[in-house]
């Protein structure tokens, strides 16, 4: 479903023509600096379980406390083993949907994965007027699926790239402390090239063909999302362990510059 790619020449230039660009103003953050629910002026949730939302997953999306909250300057997203309807986990998802979206810049998400079976934590971005998927556009800044430890996957998705087609663009690097240590996942985007980074380093390009909208839809305004997923068609492919339960990813600050 993944596919391991090498950052070409031209892909390293790209990159450093994005790099050389002039400083970027910070345009908004939430530096976690406070205790409670997430900050309502910025994040809202996605909630139930929408039939798996599209890949299957086993967990319910809840706006609880236990699931989403600040402590200790970080916003904590747990995934816990409890059921609730029909199925046996819940979790939470945070979107800046409806509160704040970007064309282009550089967002950064400070971030400690959760390990486990069944775990499938994610940073990523989707089309703030998302009328169909994957048409309009969908970035993913940090996706990690706990059967296979430390490999931390970058991607886009658009009508012509996606992995439905076995298109998809994306690539894969690895992180070996992830769960124990905070790393910065980042991309930087202008009219021409999108770039995933970790801790400032690259490891994912994709370069605007002007090949038209089917091919690059990323000039759409982008809201951003972090959730953990449970199971689902990729992060369940081993199964989900039990042991593992409840599990946190912990955020540090979310920064975007433009």
Known sequence: MKRLLTLSALSLLAITSIAQQ???????SDEFNYKGLPDST???YDLGSKNGWGNNELQY????????RVEKGHLIIEARKEKIENLNYTSARLVTKGKASWSQG????????????GSWPAIWMLAENMKQWPDDGEIDIMEHVGYDPGWVHGSIHSKRYNHVISTQKTAKTFVADFSKTFHVY????DQKHLTVLIDGRPFFSFTNEQKGYEYWPFDNKMS?????????????QKGVDDSIFPLK?????VRVYQ
Not at 61 to 68: E, G, I, L, P
């Open 42 to 44: 910025k994040w809202d």
């Open 249 to 253: 990813m912990e955020i540090d600050y």
């Open 186 to 189: 980042s991309v930087e985007w």
């Open 22 to 28: 002039a400083p970027r103003k910070l345009v908004w």
């Open 106 to 117: 550089r967002i950064e998400v400070r971030a400690k994965l959760p390990a486990g079976r």
């Open 61 to 68: 999306y809840t706006k609880d406390k236990k699931n989403a």
């Open 224 to 236: 951003l999302i972090l959730n953990i997923a449970v199971g689902g068609n990729w992060g369940g």
